[in-house]
């Protein structure tokens, strides 16, 4: 399984902002995707996860503001985020989970500006 994240930029406070993670090869295994960020000096954090029959879930800090989503006909799954705060500036990576092995994209970086 390859992934590609996309969708990172510059955006103001208050701004929206939509990341794209395209999957290419055994992509019918995949269990579900997630997306994580981290921010200069911290540990990675996970955001959200969307399984293959649908379920999302989300971390409290942005419960509410990033919706995950997928379109199975594009194998791609999307970070929604609005109401961008400066402490979103990050670097933002998804992840494929497949029988119990994670692979990762390379990650695109997010700057929200106060």
């Known amino acids: 399984v390859q992934l590609q994240a996309s969708g990172g930029g510059l955006v103001q406070a208050g701004g929206s902002l939509r990341l794209s993670c395209a999957a290419s090869?055994?992509?019918?295994?995949?269990?579900?995707v997630g997306w994580y960020r981290q921010a200069p000096g911290k540990e990675r954090v996970t955001l959200a996860y969307?399984?293959?029959?649908?379920?999302?879930d989300y971390a409290a800090s942005v419960k509410g503001r990033f919706t995950v989503s997928r379109d199975n006909a594009k194998n791609t799954v999307y970070l929604q985020m609005s109401s961008l705060k400066p402490e979103d500036t990050a670097v933002y990576y998804c992840?494929?989970?497949?029988?119990?092995?994670?692979?990762w994209g390379q990650g695109t970086l997010v700057t929200v500006s106060s």
């Open positions: 969307i399984t293959n029959t649908g379920s999302t």
């Open positions: 090869g055994s992509i019918l295994r995949i269990d579900a």
């Open positions: 992840a494929a989970f497949v029988s119990g092995n994670d692979y």
